[in-house]
């Protein structure tokens, strides 16, 4: 059993929002380092955003600054992807990941080769 699952994709149009989930509930120890990821067909997988958990720290690829808002619930044990502005490029298969341990000049790297969970994703698309 995933011990990420992701939620809110959905198709929507050229200029229109989107809330992502990441229920990180399964775990029972805080991820220090939770990121989204996106993978378009015919793309490698890229890094979206990023957060530490012990500050909140958010960290955003230069794609989407601007446009999307990673935050996340403690309490919930939740990570959110508020996506605004979207366009078509924007349109992937939209992954949660983490990892246990990690320092934050590592989780702010965005690298996919950091994290050791994932979860299944949930397709976003966007279109004109």
């Known amino acids: 059993q995933a011990q990420l699952e992701e939620s809110g994709g959905a198709s929507v149009q050229d200029g229109g929002s989107l809330r992502l989930s990441c229920d990180a509930s399964?775990?029972?120890?805080?991820?220090?380092?939770v990121g989204w990821f996106r993978q378009a067909p015919g793309k490698a997988r890229e890094g979206v955003a990023s957060?530490?958990?012990?500050?909140?720290?958010?960290l955003y690829a230069d794609s989407v600054k601007g446009r999307f808002t990673i935050s996340q619930d403690k309490n919930k044990k939740a990570i959110y992807l508020q996506m605004d502005s979207l366009k078509p490029d924007d349109t992937a298969t939209y992954y949660c990941a983490a990892v246990r341990s990690s320092t934050f000049p590592n989780c702010a790297r965005l690298a996919a080769d950091l994290m050791t969970f994932w979860g299944h994703g949930t397709q976003v698309t966007v279109s004109s």
């Open positions: 957060i530490f958990y012990d500050t909140s720290t958010p």
């Open positions: 399964g775990f029972g120890i805080p991820n220090r380092c």
